[in-house]
Every structure is written in structure tokens, then in C-alpha cells.
């Protein structure tokens, strides 16, 4: 089985600062890895993905995740948060390189940036 | 490119009626949909997922006679909520993977389902 833990359920930070979110999975297998924003009433928007190579990957509206195989992490960040990132996120993993397979979601982490 | 739309984006129904919900990918052909609910401040939920041409196949707990699914195409996939109840009210989303990009799921806006 796999399963994915976001452990903020709320993150906030302060327009212009860095910012964090936190994944860790579970999985057998080797994972992809996938973030997602969602804004109130909206479906999901992909930010970015790790399928394989290099361990930093880079994504929409300057974000960027760094996957850790050792610490099962897939963390997403940004250098300069803006009050416009104020939404909510999902880290989500899959096992195998076929969108037919099951995506399973994090719980979700609400990330409030204030001005 | 990769536009997944739903309709309709919000509805409201009686308790006891049934109300369909599409899921279209606009620009490409959709080999698997998926169907997925939502509580307010929670993670989506896999209700089904749905190959072009194939029965759907229904996480567990999901009632398959109560939610319907018919991928009849490439491009279309419905979710048909039947006898609905309060407790059916919910965001219901939907995804879509392409044919050639098989580690991406692309995912509707949404549809807000109300039941009075």
C-alpha cells in the first residue's frame, strides 16, 4: 500500500520569506511524486513532478520540491512567498509509470502568507 | 494543452433526484478518468477509476449503483449521482491521463454538488 503524510495541516509565513511544506511517503516501489495547489472551489493545478533524475525539481509560479529517497521526503519549497500563494496543497505519490495506476493524496496543508 | 472541463461547476438538488456530472478532456484523448470526492477541508478521495469502453472500477465503500460511471469516449466521462441524499453533497473532481504522457493525471475544476 502507499500512503502519503503532509504533517502541517497549516502552514503560514510572512510575504518574503521562505517557505516550506512537508511530505513524507510510503510506498514499495520506486514513487512519483506530484504537487498540486488548489485554490477555494477549484479543482487541482499541477505544480510539479519527480518521475527520475535529478533530485531538485523545479515547478510552476517558482516553486521547487527536493525528493529525498533516504528520508522518504518530497518537500516543497519557495525562496519568496507572495501573499497570492495563500491556497491549499497536496502532495501526492503514485508506484509506476502509468497514470492508469492510483494516485494517493496527502491530507493537505493550507499555507497562509500574510503581507 | 491537456484542458479537462466538468459542467455543470455547481448544482443544487432535491433529495430523491438523480444528477449527472461530465468530465471532458477538451484537447487530447483520455485513455483513464478518474472520479474523485472531497469533504470541506480534506483530501480527495478515489471513488472510481474508468478506462474508454470498460466497466469502472470502484474503490471500496463506494456504492457502484448509487454512482454511476460511463466513460463512453475518449474525450467524456459522466458521474451520475442517483436517488441523491444530503450526505451525497460534496466537490466532486475529476482527472484524466493522455495518451503518449502516461505519468500525469490532469485534473477538472470541479463540480458543487448540493443536495436539499
Known amino acids: 500500500a502507499q500512503s502519503v503524510a503532509q504533517p502541517e495541516d497549516q502552514v503560514n509565513v510572512a510575504e518574503g520569506n521562505p517557505l516550506t511544506v512537508k511530505c513524507t511517503y510510503s510506498v514499495s516501489g520506486n514513487p512519483y511524486l506530484f504537487w498540486y495547489v488548489q485554490y477555494p472551489n477549484r479543482g487541482l493545478q499541477f505544480l510539479l513532478k519527480?518521475?527520475?533524475?535529478?533530485?531538485l525539481v523545479k515547478g510552476s509560479y517558482g516553486f521547487e520540491a527536493e525528493f529525498n529517497k533516504s528520508q522518504t521526503s518530497f518537500h516543497l519549497k519557495k525562496p519568496s512567498a507572495l501573499v497570492s500563494d495563500s491556497a491549499l496543497y497536496f502532495c501526492?505519490?503514485?508506484?509506476?509509470?502509468?497514470?492508469?495506476?492510483?494516485?494517493?493524496f496527502g491530507g493537505g496543508t493550507r499555507l497562509m502568507v500574510k503581507p | 494543452g491537456a484542458v479537462v472541463s466538468q459542467h455543470p461547476s455547481r448544482v443544487i438538488c432535491k433529495s430523491g433526484t438523480s444528477v449527472k456530472i461530465e468530465c471532458r478532456s477538451l484537447d487530447f484523448q483520455a485513455t483513464t478518468m478518474f472520479w474523485y470526492r472531497q469533504f470541506p477541508k480534506q483530501s480527495l478521495m478515489l471513488m472510481a477509476t474508468s478506462n474508454e469502453g470498460s466497466k469502472a472500477t470502484y474503490e471500496q465503500g463506494v456504492e457502484k449503483d448509487k454512482f454511476l460511471i460511463n466513460h463512453a469516449s475518449l474525450t467524456l466521462s459522466t458521474l451520475t449521482v442517483t436517488s441523491a441524499h444530503p450526505e451525497d453533497s460534496s466537490f466532486y473532481i475529476c482527472s484524466a491521463s493522455r495518451q503518449g504522457r502516461s505519468y500525469e493525471q490532469y485534473f477538472g475544476p470541479g463540480t458543487r454538488l448540493t443536495v436539499t
Open positions: 501526492a505519490v503514485r508506484v509506476g509509470n502509468n497514470a492508469g495506476n492510483m494516485l494517493t
Open positions: 519527480y518521475i527520475t533524475g535529478d533530485n
